[in-house]
């Protein structure tokens, strides 16, 4: 008599998907210079017509308007990380490379968490990126960001196109 049993495979430690997470960084580093570019700019021309400066004169390194021009530029970067993962689970870096954000139920996260993992993975890009390496010795492959927030990078499965007879 056959054995009915299928044996159960054996647990595999889950993938840290630092390689995806680094081409989906680098592809999501082009529109958010370019939002960046928008923002200095408007720091420019406020600063030449507002503060009546001379046209090539640029602010000043580490002036009070140059540490606000790069937080007005961290907060952008985090409105385009927060509302597009709020928005799909995904940024246009991600969408390539199939990776969505999930909270641990498998949902969109809500709004807090996604603002919590964009200033911890923050915190970790100055760092050296050491909260994303974490991912290689985490017990279930996540990041410092992922942990914090309660949230968790996926790989989606490749789609399969549908034949024309199967519709």
């Known amino acids: 008599m056959p054995d009915d049993t299928v044996p159960a495979a054996a647990p595999t430690k889950p993938h840290a998907l630092i390689g995806w997470r680094l081409l989906a960084l680098l592809y999501d580093a082009l529109p958010v210079i370019a939002l960046w570019m928008l923002a200095s700019t408007a720091f420019t021309v406020g600063y030449t017509f507002l503060g009546h400066h001379p ?19 961290w907060m952008i970067t985090g409105l385009y990380a927060a509302l597009s ?18 909270d641990l139920s498998g949902n969109v996260p809500n709004g807090k968490a996604l603002w919590r993992r964009y200033a911890v993975a923050s915190l970790s890009l100055l760092l050296g990126g050491l909260g994303f390496w974490w991912a290689w010795i985490d017990r279930d492959g996540l990041t410092w960001h992922d942990r914090a927030s309660g949230t968790r990078l996926i790989r989606q499965p490749k789609r399969r196109p549908v034949s024309p007879s199967a519709v």
């Open 55 to 73: 046209p090539r004169e640029n602010i000043a390194p580490f002036s009070a308007l140059q540490w606000l021009l790069w937080l007005c530029c």
């Open 85 to 102: 993962w709020r928005g799909g689970g995904q940024t246009l870096g991600m969408r390539p490379w199939r990776l969505r954000i999930v």
